[in-house]
């Protein structure tokens, strides 16, 4: 099973506490961003594009837990930029831990080897590390030559060490059917990641890249048949799999930004990681003043295009509670 037993049983007592408090609105997984700093300056991305002042700035160990806290959640990831650079990290992820939190922690991967010993293996605790391809191909999304090699060994030490290693993966419109299916296999039956996420590649207005984003018909047809002949049944994939019918366009959904809410060093980003439309000091404010039906396929133009599982994650999610085969079939890791 590609998510942990106990993190489903933690997940569903949340959500029947919310449904039982008759919430509509709560986050399930919040992105934290301590930091826009990166070693890296990946075209798709560009956080780094920030001034200088910016990019100086740091989320506290206080802060980052003062925002979980207080919004609740059970799970986080910890981006950016390039966590490993931050001086806390170490703490800050044992102190969520110390709460309760399951805390993915992204990185590229090229510090992950020599800060391995400031870590800890725990349940409730996953190395998640960015893989965008084989090694040519993801060199060039990270443009740098190198950096492929450097995760894969840096995976291999944190298995051996007892960690729990995840991998995320965006793909673009430069990517097929096969460079989907080759990467997923190698992190699965070579490299035997405990669960790999994946996302087509979304308009992130900031990325020195604008051309290669995929639109939804791209995506639907890149996933469907990537997925074919029953394929995606034997990756160990960290989604839902009503989310993984929607990337097939086997399902549609609105988006439910609120459900993964972005939290950095501006703030709770309105409405989501992939927009700016202002920051709200706490995630209540997030909630009370941002117009959630205004975005959306079909609402916003930003959002034309948009499939990422900040938005329609949570949307599955909820859909999979609401349904007792749903249910049975993610339980079992029927994807």
């Known amino acids: 099973m590609a998510i942990p037993l106990r993190q489903n049983l933690t997940v569903a007592r949340y959500l029947a506490r919310q449904r039982l408090a008759g919430r509509k609105q709560f986050p399930l997984f919040v992105e934290i961003e301590p930091l826009f700093s990166c070693n890296l300056s990946c075209p798709g991305c560009g956080k780094i ?3 200088t002042e910016v990019l100086r700035q ?80 993801h060199d060039q999304a990270v443009d740098r030559e190198g950096v492929f090699d450097k995760a894969v060994a840096a995976i291999r030490e944190a298995k051996a060490r007892g960690f729990r290693v995840t991998t995320n993966s ?29 996302s087509p590649a979304y308009a992130y207005e900031k990325a020195p890249d604008q051309e290669h984003f995929l639109g939804v018909t791209q995506t639907r047809k890149l996933f469907s048949e990537a997925f074919a002949d029953g ?22 959904y609105q988006c439910t930004a609120w459900g993964i809410p972005s939290y950095s060093v501006f703030g709770w980003q309105r409405p989501c990681y992939l927009m700016s439309d202002g920051y709200a000091k706490t995630y209540q404010e997030l909630l009370e003043t941002t ?45």
């Open 58 to 137: 740091r989320l506290s160990v206080d802060d980052v837990v003062r925002a979980m806290e207080e919004c609740g959640a059970p799970l986080c990831s910890i981006a950016g930029g390039e966590p490993l650079l931050h001086p806390d990290i170490v703490e800050m992820v044992e102190e969520l831990i110390r709460r309760k939190k399951f805390v993915y922690l992204c990185t590229n991967a090229v510090l992950m080897h020599r800060k391995l010993d400031k870590f800890t293996p725990n349940p409730r605790f996953s190395w998640t590390v960015h893989i965008d391809g084989l090694r040519e191909r």
């Open 231 to 252: 394929r995606r049944k034997k990756w160990r994939l960290n989604h839902s799999p009503l989310f993984l019918d929607f990337l097939e366009g086997k399902v549609d």
């Open 170 to 198: 965006t793909f673009f419109s430069t990517d097929s059917p096969k460079t989907v299916r080759d990467v997923l296999d190698f992190l699965n039956d070579e490299l035997k990641v405990d669960a790999m996420m994946l």
């Open 49 to 51: 594009q920030y001034p």
């Open 291 to 335: 117009d959630w039906d205004r975005y959306g396929r079909g609402k916003d133009p930003r959002c034309a295009n948009c499939m990422a599982h900040c938005g329609y994650e949570p949307t599955a999610v909820l859909a999979t509670m609401g349904s007792l085969r749903q249910s049975i079939r993610a339980a079992v890791g029927t994807h």
